[in-house]
């Protein structure tokens, strides 16, 4: 004979011994019916929102990249495979190709550790921390364009503020306009200085929430600073800094303001073109629409296999 | 569930974050049909009120209200380049409200009418009967595709050789701008000698910004071209010439380039440079020594510039004819006269200069009178520069390339075969049909 304790409370009991049931049956199934209604009463409105903003538009971007639109034109031909074909085989893809990653490895990897950086040195109690906190996030809130406005002041080949600095030291300035790599090198540190804040305020609130225990009894057992660092305190912010990867390459690549206000994708062309930059080039510069939502297409299916890899490898360690 | 809503959450997001990126290159092909919206009383006019000109275009579109009863003028402010006003109004054409008057660039308007987008003017001029040959014939004519003409010049503008007076006189060189490049050439050197290090003998916008406009100037002074009609010719070797040139002044040091030269210019540690007569303004007022301005070097080398102002196809013939309605009025003697004095900007009538206002304002801006004794010498722009798509930036890459030191044939070579690529894949089927 079962004991009534050992059956849990809201289980509805049957069989020998038990009390008879009071009052209508139990609704299980019109309460999960409910449940589904309401989810995708509450789901639906962004449901929509994605599918005629994003989803639709993705679809018909895929769809252009087949033909050879020109923007101000009604008419888009099919071309099949052509534009693939052309992106594959043209020079300054291999350019493009190269300045996007240089910018993004180096905006991802040089913002996440001086975020991580900043983030540790402002979790201490120092005297002004708020002020400081403050004033490390605000350039993410500013436009990128008044950003790249500001910052050609400060790369001015004749009047800028490296130049200044550099000459008190009695080093040449760059010509940061005309070279390109000098070029690529100031649209980077001008998106990484935007962006710091984003890094920083993220790692610390991460910071904020850690057991500080862990740390505690690591030192009591004799760990060192930098084994605290790496054994403790890093594994406890991976899933910020899994999360940060994505999101922070997601906008990097998407940089653009930066990069058309400060150089218009110069020197030489494509000095500082990336792939979001050529899809721009392509579409309203030279009108090939059809060509540009090739681009757009290939930077997607590149920026989706990342992120599968991504969220595989954070998986992966988690499990380990 | 912890692990599961992490990976899920951040699956999707990233999802939709990829999705999002790669939906920007355009979304549709709707082809604009019907009226375009808007209200037959009301004149939308998208500018990007060229050379700071908005308080101007305000006070214009003021006056052809109250002379206009019944008609009013909405100001729209379009973008802050020519570039970015053919953006939005090629947007528009994909299903938005069209604009009555838009400013089209001597590199914008035409792709709009190849795809029938802008509306030939000739009959609704003749309808209306405005005296066409009031306008200036170069600035008119530039409009033109198989004899009709898709809009009516506005902000017209055309290269000015600048220098510094107080820099010549140091060199020992008279009062004037060169006569041609190879005297700028035995020039540059005594300017170099007499500018110190800090100074620049000469600087021109890069490749980015506008070289390959100025650049037809030399071009065109070595007796060389861009395109003959359709056909690129960077390779001729008068092109050549005129690349090996430029190339020569960046090594020997009497060139640099830079986004802007004017406000380096302004600031004195410039020598000279080729700019357009719309920065006369600024470059008057803020300098600290004595500006002067020259024709360009050559006889009838001097390209022109700057943009004009067209009607959309499919707006109703209401709205067009009020449209240009608006657009007489607004590039008529007097307001070009209004609209010349406040941004430095061409006068595009004729009659404009004979006006005892203009006549008033020239001799006591004898700069300014420079660009208008140039506009005779003017010459409509090679083709493969304003007419093919993306035709500036290919050029200005290229000039980019060969003042970095690249070797001039091979870069001009390479120009050539794009060139003639872009113009069998966009532009041969369209021509004629």
Same mark, same amino acid.
């Given at each position: ?7 849990p ?8 011994g ?22 995708a ?29 020109n ?6 031909n ?5 534009n ?99 070029a690529l ?5 001008t998106?990484?200085?935007?962006n710091?804040g984003?890094?920083?305020v993220i ?10 225990d ?27 800094t899994?999360f ?31 792939l ?19 681009v757009?297409?290939?930077?997607f ?9 991504q969220?595989?490898f ?7 | 569930?912890?692990?599961? !809503? ?26 604009? !049909? ?7 009383n ?11 000109s ?20 909405k ?9 970015e ?13 069209? *604009?009555?008057v ?22 609704l ?14 600035l008119y ?14 902000s017209?503008?055309? *290269? ?15 009062d004037?701008?060169p ?9 540059a ?22 070289l390959d ?18 056909t690129?010719t960077f390779?001729?070797p008068?092109?050549?010439?005129a ?14 380039l830079?986004?802007?030269p004017?406000?380096d210019f ?13 920065s ?10 004595a500006v002067?301005?020259a ?12 943009a004009?102002?067209?009607? *959309? ?13 608006f ?11 209004t ?16 006006? *005892? ?9 004898p ?22 798509p ?44």
């Amino acid at each position: 004979m079962q004991s009534p304790e050992t059956v849990p409370p809201d289980e509805p009991r049957h069989g020998a011994g038990a009390p008879a049931p009071v009052g209508p049956p139990p609704r299980r199934s019109s309460g999960r019916a409910w449940e589904w209604t309401l989810a995708a009463l509450l789901l639906l409105p962004n449901l929509v929102l994605l599918i005629v903003f994003t989803y639709r538009p993705l679809l018909d971007n895929i769809r252009l990249s087949f033909t050879d639109w020109n923007i101000s034109s009604p008419i888009a031909n099919p071309v099949g495979l052509a534009n693939y074909i052309e992106w594959f085989g043209r020079d300054d893809t291999r350019v493009v190709v190269r300045n996007t990653v240089v910018f993004t490895v180096a905006t991802v990897g040089i913002s996440m550790a001086l975020g991580l950086g900043l983030a540790l040195l402002l979790d201490q109690r120092l005297r002004g921390r708020n002020l400081v906190r403050s004033v490390v996030f605000a350039p993410f809130v500013i436009s990128g364009a008044a950003i790249g406005i500001a910052f050609q002041f400060v790369f001015d080949p004749q009047f800028g503020l490296v130049r200044d600095l550099l000459t008190r030291v009695g080093v040449t300035s760059p010509d940061f306009y005309q070279q390109s790599g000098w070029a690529l090198f100031m649209v980077t540190v001008t998106y990484i200085w935007k962006n710091l804040g984003y890094t920083f305020v993220i790692y610390l609130a991460a910071l904020q929430g850690r057991r500080a225990d862990l740390d505690e009894a690591a030192e009591i057992d004799g760990a060192s600073a930098w084994a605290r660092f790496r054994r403790v305190l890093m594994p406890q912010l991976r899933p910020t800094t899994f999360f940060l990867s994505i999101t922070v390459l997601l906008s990097s690549v998407q940089v653009f303001d930066i990069i058309n206000v400060m150089t218009r994708g110069g020197p030489a062309g494509n000095g500082t073109a990336t792939l979001v930059y050529q899809v721009y080039q392509e579409t309203f510069v030279n009108q090939r629409a059809g060509y540009g939502a090739t681009v757009a297409t290939i930077m997607f299916v590149i920026l989706l296999a990342v992120t599968v890899v991504q969220v595989r490898f954070m998986d992966k360690g988690q499990r380990s | 569930m912890n692990e599961f !809503s992490r990976r899920g959450f951040l699956g999707l997001a990233g999802a939709a974050g990829v999705a999002g990126l790669s939906a920007c290159a355009g979304t549709g092909t709707a082809p604009s !049909s019907g009226a375009g919206g808007g209200s037959s009383n009301t004149i939308e006019f998208w500018s990007n009120h060229p050379g700071n000109s908005k308080p101007v275009e305000q006070q214009i579109i003021k006056a052809f209200e109250a002379a206009n009863s019944g008609l009013r003028v909405k100001l729209v402010d379009a973008g802050k380049n020519y570039e970015e006003v053919a953006q939005k109004f090629n947007a528009s054409l994909a299903g938005g409200q069209l *604009p009555d008057v838009v400013v089209v660039s001597d590199v914008t308007w035409f792709n709009f009418a190849l795809n029938k987008q802008l509306a030939p003017l000739d009959d609704l001029l003749s309808a209306a009967k405005i005296d066409t040959s009031d306008y200036v014939d170069a600035l008119y004519n530039d409009y033109n595709l198989d004899e009709k003409h898709y809009a009516l010049p506005f902000s017209r503008s055309t *290269p000015l050789f600048y220098y510094n007076k107080d820099l010549w006189k140091a060199a020992g060189l008279e009062d004037r701008g060169p006569k041609d490049w190879d005297e700028f050439l035995t020039w540059a050197p005594k300017l170099k000698a007499a500018a110190g290090s800090d100074t620049i003998v000469m600087e021109l916008p890069d490749g980015s910004n506008y070289l390959d406009w100025v650049f037809q100037n030399i071009v065109w002074g070595y007796g060389g071209a861009y395109s003959k009609e359709w056909t690129p010719t960077f390779s001729d070797p008068n092109t050549v010439k005129a690349g090996a040139y430029l190339q020569d002044l960046a090594k020997k040091g009497f060139l640099k380039l830079s986004k802007d030269p004017a406000p380096d210019f302004t600031a004195g540690i410039v020598g000279c440079s080729m700019m357009s007569t719309g920065s006369l303004g600024g470059v008057t007022k803020d300098a600290k020594f004595a500006v002067g301005t020259a024709f360009l070097p050559g006889d009838g080398n001097c390209p022109t510039g700057g943009a004009g102002v067209g009607i *959309p196809a499919s707006l109703s013939d209401e709205r067009k004819k009020n449209a240009l309605k608006f657009i007489e009025f607004l590039t008529n003697a007097q307001n070009t006269v209004t609209f010349t004095q406040a941004t430095g900007y061409m006068p595009v009538r004729k009659s404009a200069v004979e006006l *005892p206002e203009e006549k008033a304002f020239l001799e006591k801006n004898p700069n300014a009178k420079t660009a208008i004794d140039q506009l005779p010498k003017t010459r409509s722009q090679d083709n493969v520069r304003v007419l093919l798509p993306g035709g500036g930036a290919r050029i200005g890459k290229a000039l980019d390339q060969i003042v970095q030191g690249q070797d001039v044939g091979t870069v001009f070579k390479a120009l050539d075969a794009e060139s003639q690529q872009v113009f069998d894949s966009q532009i041969k089927s369209k021509l004629g049909a």
